[in-house]
């Protein structure tokens, strides 16, 4: 969601984030994503949970086949690419509109020609035109890394509910480094049951599945 660089000489740890390119192989296809730290930041790099999400999705746990398909927050697209190579019917890669075309190359480096009709880039930014995306319209819902900014946790919530049915299925990898994102998952838990599904230790990656809480009918 975010495009505002982390200042670099206070993450060394963090140096591979600079790296032109990550490489990785998911769904049987070698992967080659671009990385642009210096012009996107955190919205141009592969982070943690969205490798670990793509691990989660590999193993099967949710059906993607035949599926409609959104990623939020996509940064470099890699979980919408994968979910893309596992079969989802359609594939919507979302996020700001600074990391449109990066996010676009990425796709199409990534993805065999006849998949890609499968795949639309398109401009999301949490809570602002939701009407452009149909109400309920998604069966995964996918997110990874993209709880990290209190302000917007009321849109992102927002989002969520617009684009998900009484059956749709929200998966988030998050790494949980402060009480917000906690504070996060409390509020989801308002609308959606919560549980977690799968834990990466040696990432420190956590995968939730969410759906919503059906109305209470009067009695």
């Known amino acids: 969601m975010a495009l505002v660089p982390y200042v670099e ?17 998911f769904a049987n296809h070698d992967l080659h994503l671009t990385q642009d730290w210096k012009k996107l930041g955190v919205a141009a790099v592969v982070w943690d949970a969205a490798v ?18 959104i990623e939020l927050g996509a940064g470099t697209g890699l979980v919408g690419i994968v979910a893309a190579l596992l079969g989802a019917k359609r594939v919507t890669i979302t996020d700001r509109e600074q ?28 809570g ?11 069966d995964v819902v ?25 059956t749709s299925v929200v998966l988030l990898a998050c790494k949980i480094r402060y009480k917000r994102d906690t504070d996060f998952l409390s509020m989801l ?10 834990y990466n230790k040696q990432r420190d ?15």
């Open 9 to 25: 000489n206070q993450l060394p740890a963090l140096s591979k984030l600079h790296n032109s390119s990550a490489q990785f192989r």
């Open 52 to 69: 670990v999400m793509c691990i989660y999705l590999e193993m099967g746990k949710v059906e993607l086949k035949g599926k409609e398909v």
């Open 99 to 126: 990391a449109m075309d990066f996010m676009s190359a990425n796709v199409k480096a990534n993805l065999p020609q006849d998949t890609q009709g499968s795949v639309a880039v398109s401009e999301l930014t949490w």
């Open 128 to 138: 602002e035109g939701l009407e452009r995306y149909t109400a309920g319209g998604y």
């Open 142 to 166: 996918l997110g990874a890394d993209i709880v990290y900014l209190e302000d917007t946790f009321v849109q992102l919530l927002q989002t969520l509910e617009h684009l998900c049915s009484d």
């Open 189 to 198: 838990k308002q609308r959606f049951t919560v549980e977690e599904v799968y």
């Open 205 to 219: 990656i956590h995968v939730y599945k969410s759906w919503k809480v059906p109305p209470q009918r009067d009695l």
